[in-house]
């Protein structure tokens, strides 16, 4: 049944916000196809897309290597049940491990799950190795998932209080601060978890400094160091994975987002020392589902085989500069990122009126807290769609700030 062929699109927004469950505020559009860096809704108008599907469109919109592998996978096989190996899944996990510095993978179906994932194996060592140690340090600003053991991983201060009582036994710390993991460690301890660049958080980098100085402590105590790629990884930051940034390997990686270049797939990857999952510790229907085996591949071959990360490289470089030589005309400030994770700061809280005009305008950025932009384009991101998305936002910049 395609409403689209019979009501409008005023009808369709009625019937959305009268049998949709109300979770977030949504604008007055409705999307119905993609392509490449455009969405185009019901009525016909085109966006210029800087969000990617949120971090998630690294190969743009309805892409052919996606297109083929799905139609191919569902003609042949689209779920053997997770009690039995499949043919996919053997595969990607090979070219994943070869790529990484790790062994073993975890295939599931979102960043939220992997990063459950992480948490349980983490406290597994700690029952195994460190006399019962469950407590993860995270930092404050850290954004790991919505599921409750993730949403209480997470460090922000409003979600504090919000279904109580959380999943107990994550530690905030500010984030960078090397003095405030130390001060946080206890025999309790059985891992560190961190974005290497916080994603919600609205784009802090890592140091490299403190990222070493991570390692060091974790090697100390024994305890994991996790490193949430939902949204770094996958050539993202400019580089394959993040972690290659800071010249150290984590103990676990999990990957998400970018990975299914849309199709919901995720990974928890790690070495195979911490091998250590009794039968049943972990699991899920979907595990490994054979659709998101061959879409993955088909991902993970085009960003290599369309050198996506060099592209990422190239663009990252260019939009930077641009950012940087606008600082002065429109008083925005602290243009950081990586790769194709990029922000901004406004000189004023107006983040929601700029994202609303250049919604207006047929542009789509976001903006992660109150005060900053954030660009997040799809890896095949050219020149020419940085000119048009900068044109855009200066215009509304220029018409907001005033
Ligand atoms: C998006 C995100 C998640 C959550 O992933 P879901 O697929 O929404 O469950 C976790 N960690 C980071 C760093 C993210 O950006």
Aim: proline share 4%.
């Amino acid at each position: 049944m395609q409403l689209i062929d019979k009501y409008t699109t005023a009808d369709l927004l009625t019937a959305a916000d009268q049998h949709i469950l109300y979770t977030t505020n949504r604008p007055e559009v409705m999307m119905e196809r993609g392509e490449g860096m455009y969405l185009w809704d019901t009525e016909g108008k085109c966006y210029l897309d800087f969000i990617g599907g949120w971090a998630v469109t690294c190969l743009g919109h309805a892409p052919k290597a996606i297109e083929k592998a799905l139609t191919k996978q569902a003609g042949q096989l689209i779920n053997a049940s997770p009690a039995f190996y499949n043919v996919p899944m053997v595969s990607f996990a090979k070219m994943l491990t070869e790529m990484t510095c790790f062994d073993k993978v975890f295939f599931t179906t979102s960043g939220s799950e992997a990063n459950e994932g992480a948490i349980k194996l983490a406290r597994k060592h700690g029952q195994r190795s460190l006399d019962g140690a469950y407590e993860i340090i995270t930092t404050v600003n850290s954004f790991h998932g919505r599921t409750l053991a993730t949403m209480s991983a997470t460090g922000k201060d409003y979600w504090e209080p919000l279904f109580a009582p959380k999943v107990s036994g994550f530690i905030h710390v500010p984030f960078n601060d090397i003095e405030a993991i130390k001060a946080a460690i206890t025999d309790k301890t059985c891992a560190i978890m961190l974005e290497p660049v916080q994603g919600e958080g609205g784009v802090n980098v890592a140091d490299p400094i403190y990222v070493k100085a991570v390692r060091k402590i974790c090697d100390e105590h024994n305890i994991l160091l996790i490193f949430d790629e939902v949204q770094t990884g996958m050539g993202r930051t400019g580089k394959m994975f993040a972690y290659e940034h800071y010249d150290i390997e984590p103990d676990i990686m999990t990957l998400a987002k970018g990975i299914g270049g849309g199709y919901p797939l995720s990974a928890m990857l790690t070495k195979s020392v911490y091998n250590i999952f009794d039968a049943g510790d972990q699991g899920g229907t979907y595990t490994a589902q054979p659709l998101g085996m061959a879409v993955g591949m088909a991902v993970l071959e085009t960003i290599v085989k369309e050198k996506i990360v060099e592209n990422t490289v190239a663009q990252s470089a260019y939009l930077m500069k641009c950012l940087n030589e606008m600082e002065a005309d429109y008083g925005i400030k602290s243009v950081r990122g990586m790769g194709l994770l990029i922000a901004f700061d406004l000189p004023e809280p107006k983040g929601a009126e700029v994202v609303g005009a250049c919604l207006e305008k047929g542009l789509l950025i976001n903006s992660p807290k109150p005060a900053t932009i954030r660009l997040m384009p799809p890896l095949i991101v050219t020149r020419e769609a940085i000119d048009s998305m900068l044109k855009t936002m200066t215009e509304v910049l220029a018409s907001v700030l005033k």
